[in-house]
T-cell receptor, first 112, second 114 residues
Framework: DAEITQSPRHKITETGRQVTLACHQT?????MFWYRQDLGHGLRLIHY???????NKGEVSDGYSVSRSNTEDLPLTLESAASSQTSVYFC???????????FGQGTRLTVV | QKEVEQDPGPLSVPEGAIVSLNCTYS??????FMWYRQYSRKGPELLMY????GNKEDGRFTAQVDKSSKYISLFIRDSQPSDSATYLC??????????????FGQGTTLQVKP
């Protein structure tokens, strides 16, 4: 069965360190997204990609970057982790339909 | 002001009750309206979606969209303890540049007590 997986599921890092969260999907979807989920804010879009070599900024992109070198993967990098980036991060992918996005299980990141 | 507003609850109801969940929005460009269900420590899963205005029914769940009022609702009939989860409304505008770009409400946490 096709799926979308995130790793690691939990991570603790120190302020100022670079961190990369992995996202891998086997749906063969062109579109991939990174969201963060915080109490009181729901899910907010960080970055997204509509295909290989395509990346775009979302609503809360400052301090984050992504790269898309193949269809399956969209890693999210925190250039210099800050305590404000403590959150749960979700990766999602979708086909060409404008409705359905499939989400991973999430990565809980704590910056201390 | 957020584009999509949703009462975070929490909402606690007895088993068998009818549950009403609601969201309001401000962006008139939204055409696709979705409800996601998220169990604790899991990713959101699509529950229902509606295009433009109208109602959609799927088993015990009914989604309603009133674009004139910029208001959407999800009704759960005969609620079960297994319905206990966070329910997130989500919306997107039409067009290829908006594919998959969802704007979420804050989510409402629902507990159904046996």
């Amino acid at each position: 069965d096709a799926e979308i997986t995130q790793s690691p599921r939990h991570k603790i890092t120190e302020t100022g360190r670079q961190v990369t969260l992995a996202c891998h999907q086997t749906w063969n979807h062109n579109n991939m997204f990174w969201y963060r989920q915080d109490l009181g804010h729901g899910l907010r879009l960080i970055h997204y990609s509509y295909g290989v070599q395509d990346t775009n900024k979302g609503e809360v992109s400052d301090g984050y970057s992504v790269s898309r070198s193949n269809t399956e993967d969209l890693p999210l990098t925190l250039e210099s982790a800050a305590s404000s980036q403590t959150s749960v991060y979700f990766c999602a992918s979708s086909g060409n339909r404008e409705t359905e996005a499939f989400f991973g299980q999430g990565t809980r990141l704590t910056v201390v | 002001q957020k584009e999509v507003e949703q009462d975070p609850g929490p909402l606690s109801v007895p088993e068998g009750a009818i549950v009403s969940l609601n969201c309001t929005y401000s962006n008139s460009a939204f055409q696709y309206f979705m409800w996601y269900r998220q169990y604790s420590r899991k990713g959101p899963e699509l529950l229902m979606y509606t295009y433009s205005s109208g109602n959609k029914e799927d088993g015990r769940f009914t989604a309603q969209v009133d674009k004139s009022s910029k208001y959407i609702s999800l009704f759960i009939r005969d609620s079960q303890p297994s319905d206990s989860a966070t329910y997130l409304c989500a919306m997107s505008a039409r067009g290829s540049s908006n594919t998959g770009k969802l704007i979420f409400g804050q989510g409402t946490t629902l507990q159904v007590k046996p």
